[in-house]
């Protein structure tokens, strides 16, 4: 199974749309995961084009998607458990938090990764068992390298791909 992962696509923005790169590697996933910061609800009706998405809302998005979307969800693929949240909040780094997010569920309700954003800073890494997944921003970089965007491989493991536009 692939899965498109994208976060703080801040559109308008930096950008006016999403960039083809993300559009034209999303057409063949079999879901999108969205960690939050779209901005404008046109972005969750583009990626919806493509393909169904799973999303959380971020700490810029507009009222209709804050209402809409839930803070934090768990999404099973493939039998994988998969946390999403924005990252955002008080304290520490958008990973600590993404890593407390999850931290209390109990045994059985367990995730294997959690997708996160809020930092746009690309982040692939595990700890203490779980991929902590961070696709960056496609379209405001800050401090990273360069633009990006992700894809989750489940092919008999987990793994994360950090994609640079």
Request: proline content about 7%; hydrophobic content about 40%; charged content about 25%.
């Amino acid at each position: 199974m692939k899965i498109g992962v994208v976060s703080d696509t801040h559109i308008p923005g930096r950008s006016r749309d999403l960039p083809g790169e993300v559009l034209r590697a999303f057409e063949d996933v079999e879901i999108i995961l969205h960690a939050g910061d779209f901005v404008r609800q046109h972005v969750l009706e583009t990626l919806l084009t493509l393909a169904p998405v799973e999303a959380v809302c971020g700490n810029v998005d507009d009222l209709d998607l804050r209402l809409t979307l839930p803070r934090r969800r768990i999404v099973t693929l493939s039998g994988r458990r998969i946390g999403l949240v924005h990252g955002d909040g008080p304290g520490s780094s958008a990973l600590e938090r993404a890593r407390a997010a999850f931290s209390k569920q109990p045994a059985d309700e367990a995730v294997e990764c959690v997708v996160f954003g809020h930092s746009h800073q690309p982040y692939c890494g595990v700890h203490d068992g779980v991929l902590y997944f961070n696709p960056g921003s496609p379209t405001e970089y800050r401090r990273a390298p360069r633009p990006s965007f992700g894809l989750l491989h489940l092919d008999g493991e987990l793994r994360g791909e950090i994609v640079w536009l």
